[in-house]
Structure formats: C-alpha cells, structure tokens
C-alpha cells in the first residue's frame, strides 16, 4: 500500500510535493481544531454537573474562571457558550478554506496529470496504437489519473484520521483507561480484520472494474459508431447486450467495492458503542458510582461520534487504497515510461523545416513483421522513388501495399534495412520528413468541426489562410460546392462527415493533404471508394500535379495509375516493378 502513494509521489514535482506537505500540515491543523472543538464541551458539561469545580484549583475550568476574576456562576456559563460558539464557527471557517486547498490541488492536479498521459500517448509510435484499445486509453487517462488522485486523497485520510484517532485516544486514556483500552482494542481488532479479509479482494476488484469500466466504453463507442450498419441489420439487440454484459459486470464491482467501503462505518459504530456500553455495564456491575459517569459518559458520546466515522473513514481509506491499486500502477508505468525515454522533440517544439530533397526516396533491404506478429508483410525490398516521378503500388488486398507506404511514411518501423531520403535514413529527422508529405488514406478522419477546421486540421485558427484553403478547394473541385453554402467554410460537416457526400468527404481529405503544398503526395487508395467518373475527375486534379510533385499512390484500379511513371507490384512478400498490361 505504500509502495502505491510512494508512486504517486514519484510522480508529483517539486512544487506539487511541497504544496501536498503544507496540505498535510493544514490537514493537521484542522484536525488539532476539530479535537479542541470536541474536547471543550467537556469543560461546559462537567461546570453545570459539579459547579464546585470552580473552586477546585488544579481544574483547567477553575483556574480559567478565577483568571476571568470570577464573575458570577451564570455569567460564566454565558462566557463559556461564547467561547464554545467562537470555537465551532473559526474551526469550520478554517475547513471551509481547507477544504478549498484541497480541491484545488487536488482537481488541478489531475488535470494536468491528465494531459501529461494524454501526450504520451501521443508521442507513442503508431503501433502502440495498433496494439491498444483506444477505450483503454481513453479509461486511463481520465478514469484511471482520477483514481490515482483518489488514493492520494485516501493515503491523506489514512494520516489525518489516525492522527485523530491516536489524538483522541490519549485524551480519553487520561480520562478513563479501561473504557478507551477496551473500546480501542476492540475497534482495532475489528479494522485489522477487516483490512486482513478486504485488502487483496479490493485489489482484485478494482482490477476487474477497470477492465468492465475500458469494455462498456467501447461498447457504448462501438454501439454509437456503427449506427447505420447496425440500424439496417437490425443488430440492435446485439449491441445491447454486448453493453449489458460489460456494464452489469462494471455495477457489480462498483457495488462491491462501495459497500466494502461504506460498510467499516455501521460495523464500527456497532461494534464501539456496544464496547463502549458494555464496560460501563461491567464496572457498574463492579459497584462503581452511576454519577461518575455522567460528564464522562458525555465526553466519551461526542468523542464516540467523532472517532467511530474517523475509524470508518480509515478503513474505508484503506479499502479504496487497494481499489485504486492498479490504475495507479497504470498511470504510473505509462508516465514514467514517457518521462524516460523523453523524444529530443517534444510535441510544442516540433520543427517547421523540410528536408530539401534532391534524388528522391529509396527502400534498402527493407524487410517488415508487425509486432507481436510471426508472419514477414515483405522481405528484403529494394526500390526507387526518384523525385517528381509519379510511382504506384499495385496488387492484391492483403499483400502489404498499405503497410509499405507506412514504412515509407516512416510511422512503421523496418525490422531490417532502412528507408532512404538523398541517402539519409529518414530516422535522422522524422518531422522534417513528415513536413513535406501529403497523406490521403482511404478513410479520412473527419473531425465534427467546420469545412474550415477539417482542411487546416490542428493548424491554429489565426495563422489559417482562408485564400489558401478556397484555393485547395478548387483544386479538389469543391469550390463551387462550398461556395453555396449558405455558412460557407464555417458549415459544420457532421461527426466523421455525416452531413456531406463520401465524394467531398474524400475531397476534404484531399483539400488538407494540399493546404500545406507537400513535396510528397501519398494516396492511399484515396478515390477507392468513389464511383468511377468521382474518382476520375478527382485524378484529373492529383495529374495535373504531376511531374511538379513526387506522388506516390496505392489503387486498385489500374485506370487511376495508368498516368504512373513506374508501376511496382506487391506480391508474395516481394516488390518488383512491372507494367500495366495494355
Ligand atoms: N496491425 C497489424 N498487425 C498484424 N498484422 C497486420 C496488421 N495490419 C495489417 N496486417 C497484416 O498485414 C498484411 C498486409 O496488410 P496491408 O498492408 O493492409 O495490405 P494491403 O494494403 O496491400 O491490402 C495483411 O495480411 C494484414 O493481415
Ligand atoms: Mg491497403
């Protein structure tokens, strides 16, 4: 369990450490005036019970009456209902700020704990995305940091709540040592137990509630998403259940978990009043006077009522500790590993230059395995794509087409051999390679934004030029389209492209390659899925480009290619060059 916080601690930086020690000194602070709220009933009680204490000496009661220069017996109560009042009132102000602090740094925190996975995540190469579930990492990053903060919370608790525990155990030990011995010894008894049976079961619960949390994600995702497939198979139900199954799994570890949390208080309180009780029959038994108990019996009631929740919260504390166990671990590995292997180039510092390329792109003894996978895409591949020549990749579905121009596009790392730009791997400089290329996949993501926001895609909105994009958009022949728009760029298109045609979707895909005037275009089956005379008006566009452009294009029809100044076919893990058959 500690091994968990001293993670988390880890994690946090020099200012974050030191603003959680003044938090916990604040905690303790607040909980010092909590006990002296507590404790000062007693004082009240026992003056009205035994108004004789006043001219005892050593009473604190005594001594403070006399300093006060003894005003009258009812004056003095008054006094003492002020001072009460005065104290309730500053040790709740002060929570209230407490309490403020805590959010504060609490909800701040996370947030930019948040971000900092989010970004790693980011700057993971691309097949760590292949490999994960985005509503896996969409789960850590906002549930899992969440939990992280919570077992920080806790591991607070744990320290203040024992503080308080321990605090009130010795001012009831200094007023009766059996009653507190007893009662204590039983609640620890009760908290080691519990701790001893829930712990490791905690521990597994929350590992199954994160993965019901990550699948009814994607259920809810996957339901939502396929919408007009499912709607016209009448999958419906399906979906449905798929969900159902995943979120009852999801409730019942909730429910478990929050009841394994919740539950320490009853017990508690059931467990120290009937201790608590119990003695007090037993000494009465043992002959000892009633009276005796009275102001006793009070200060033990309040001290009772604040110590059995603070025993509750301790080991509701615990419990979510060990909940909480494996997303800290989580969070923890995936920072740790970002903060490690830190790129030279982070995300804010990305360079704007271009390689300048003079020869063109060459493949060496290129050969390609996915991770985690025995199956070679290709070997050995040795080609040319000389400068602003127009190349092609033909061949079968499935015979790695798509995954050669990852490797090309650099995302995809070789297993062996390299990939060339003038000689240089183009390892060297990545984003200056990435700067002068222009990708159209077969699917283009479109975000649920404006023409103008999906065409300049994350570039800031006050360095967009509007005449740049109206001019990609002739060249996609979208112009016109656009034009008549009664909102014109800033139409939003609908999530993934709803509100527009499969055509001008693939044109807006289009239009975005352009904007930024790339050296290197690269089509993936970019007009695949357009009808045949779409597809061809939109060639009409990518030709005329040729010559002034080093293209590089994967289509299936060889009609588009037909304008390709070398044809390479893909096939049987090789890639040799070959001509359209007339
Ligand atoms: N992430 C992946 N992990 C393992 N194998 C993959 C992955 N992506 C694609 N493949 C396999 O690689 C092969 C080539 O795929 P791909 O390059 O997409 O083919 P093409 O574009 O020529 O149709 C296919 O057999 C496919 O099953
Ligand atoms: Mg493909």
Same mark, same amino acid.
């Given at each position: ?80 209902? $002020? ?20 959010? +504060? ?47 920080? !919370? ?6 203040? @709540? ?60 996957? !339901? ?30 909730? +429910? ?12 508690? =309180? ?39 929740? !603070? ?8 419990? $979510? ?5 494996? $997303? ?10 970002? +903060?490690? @292997? ?10 704007? =230059?271009?390689?300048?390329?003079? @020869? ?64 240089? !791997? ?29 065409? $300049? ?29 009664? @909102? ?10 709803? +509100? ?83």
């Amino acid at each position: 369990m500690l091994r968990n916080i001293g993670k988390i601690w880890e994690l946090l930086n020099k200012k974050q450490k030191w603003v959680l020690v003044l938090l916990l000194i604040m905690t303790l602070i607040g909980t010092g005036l909590e006990l002296l709220a507590v404790s000062s009933i007693n004082p009240f009680v026992e003056t009205i019970n035994n108004p004789n204490v006043l001219n005892d000496k050593e009473a604190l009661t005594g001594k403070v009456y006399r300093l006060l220069g003894e005003p009258g017996y009812t004056e003095y109560l008054i006094i003492m209902l $002020a001072g009460l009042i005065t104290i309730y009132i500053i040790k709740n102000a002060y929570l209230l700020v407490l309490y403020n602090v805590q959010y +504060r740094f609490s909800f701040e925190n996370q947030r930019l704990m948040e971000r900092e996975l989010l970004k790693s995540y980011l700057e993971r190469e691309y097949t760590f995305h292949l490999k994960h579930n985005s509503a896996e990492l969409q789960r850590n990053v906002l549930q899992d940091v969440m939990g992280m903060y919570h077992t920080l !919370s806790s591991g607070m608790t744990l320290l203040t @709540e024992g503080g308080v525990c321990l605090a009130l155990f010795i001012y009831l030990l200094y007023l009766d040592k059996t009653i507190t011995i007893g009662v204590v010894a039983f609640l620890v008894l009760i908290f080691g137990l519990y701790t001893a049976v829930f712990g490791k079961r905690n521990n597994r619960i929350g590992m199954e509630s994160r993965k019901a949390t990550a699948m009814r994600v994607q259920w809810v995702q996957q !339901s939502l998403g396929g919408i007009k497939e499912i709607k016209i198979l009448g999958r419906e139900g399906f979906f449905l259940s798929s969900y159902d199954r995943n979120s009852a799994a999801y409730a019942k570890r909730q +429910r478990q978990y929050q009841m394994t949390v919740t539950a320490p208080r009853p017990i508690m =309180e059931a467990a120290g009043i009937s201790a608590l009780l119990g003695i007090i029959a037993f000494k009465l038994l043992r002959g000892v006077n009633a009276s005796y108990f009275m102001p006793t019996l009070t200060t033990f009631a309040v001290a009772a009522f604040r110590v059995l929740p !603070s025993f509750g919260r301790l080991s509701g504390a615990y419990g $979510a500790i060990a909940f909480q166990k494996s $997303a800290v671990e989580e969070v923890y590995s995936g920072i740790t590993k970002a +903060r490690n @292997e830190k790129k030279e180039a982070g995300i804010q510092s990305k360079t704007k =230059e271009r390689i300048d390329m003079q @020869e063109g792109i060459a493949c060496e003894g290129v050969t390609f395995k996915y991770p985690e996978s025995d199956k070679t895409i290709f070997k050995d591949v040795n080609i040319k794509i000389p400068k602003n020549k127009s190349v092609a990749f033909i061949g079968p579905s499935g015979a790695g087409k798509t995954t050669l121009v990852d490797v090309i596009l650099g995302i995809l790392s070789p297993v062996e051999g390299k990939v060339l730009v003038d000689g240089k !791997s183009i390892d060297q400089n990545i984003d200056a390679w990435h700067n002068m290329i222009g990708y159209i996949p077969q699917t283009i993501y479109l975000m649920d934004d404006t023409i103008r926001k999906n065409i $300049a895609f994350g570039i800031d909105d006050n360095i967009v030029d509007d005449n740049r994009i109206w001019e990609v958009l002739k060249e996609v022949q979208l112009y016109d389209f656009v034009k008549e728009l009664p @909102e014109g760029l800033d139409t939003y298109i609908g999530e993934g492209g709803a +509100r527009i045609s499969g055509g001008q979707r693939q044109r807006i895909g289009i239009a975005r390659a352009l904007y930024t005037n790339p050296e290197v275009l690269v089509l993936d089956e970019a007009t695949s899925a357009l009808d045949s005379e779409t597809e061809a008006a939109i060639m009409d566009a990518i030709n005329s480009l040729m010559g002034s452009r080093t293209m590089i294009i994967i289509a299936h029809r060889l009609t588009t290619v037909e304008k390709c100044d070398i044809i390479y076919q893909v096939k049987n893990k090789k890639v040799t060059e070959t001509t359209l058959p007339k």
